[in-house]
């Protein structure tokens, strides 16, 4: 997608939160590609939209309810990150044409961490009429088609922080310090 401000927004968002079929446990070619050229930093939480199910995957909508968020990963985006957005934009349909709007739009937003300050990162907002599609509950698509965080394995549940299958439990359980390591 062409931004009229695309290097000012660059500049001021170094980081990707990802929210749907990019998160981590999801093992795409565009998903593997993110976790081999960006740097996962943390979960964290969109606040202001909320997430419908499209289909086969997310969208992020704005929303009127300040308290409505999304969870998702944050990734750093690596020195140069054109090529690994151009790549994103395409998988996500991004229109680079100013007169044909795409199905979604990479925009900045504030990420909050868990940190003093929330942190300016790319998001991909729907850019369709979402009123006739169901709405996600609490806004994690992880939670909502009960995959593992970590492996991609259904029939996951919440543990702890984590949404995990029944044999990442197992290793979380062992408190390994590996666990903590992402493919």
């Known amino acids: 997608m062409k931004d009229t401000n695309n290097q000012a927004n660059a500049a001021r968002a170094p980081a990707l939160f990802v929210y749907g079929t990019l998160r981590r446990g999801f093992g795409n070619p ?8 960006a740097s996962h930093l943390t979960t964290g939480t969109l606040s202001g939209f909320h997430l419908v199910d499209v289909g086969h995957y997310p969208g992020l909508v704005r929303c009127e309810d300040p308290a409505h968020c999304v969870t998702g990963d944050l990734f750093r985006l690596p ?10 934009d395409a998988y996500e349909g991004c229109s680079t044409d100013p007169d044909v709007p795409g199905e979604y739009v990479r925009e900045t937003a504030r990420v909050n961490t868990g940190g003093e300050s929330p942190v300016a990162a790319w998001i991909y907002r729907f850019n ?25 394995r259904a029939g996951a549940e919440k543990f ?4 995990l299958c029944g044999a990442c439990i ?10 903590d390591s992402d493919d």
Do not use: K, M, Q, W
């Open 170 to 179: 197992e290793a979380a359980g062992s408190c390994c310090t590996e666990f």
């Open 30 to 37: 565009f998903a593997r590609r993110l976790r081999r050229e």
């Open 79 to 88: 020195d140069h990150p054109e090529p690994l957005l151009a790549e994103l």
């Open 128 to 152: 369709r009429n979402a009123s006739h599609l169901p709405v996600v509950p609490d806004g994690d698509y992880l939670a909502y088609r009960g995959l593992c965080e970590r492996c991609g």
């Open 160 to 163: 702890g922080g984590l949404i």
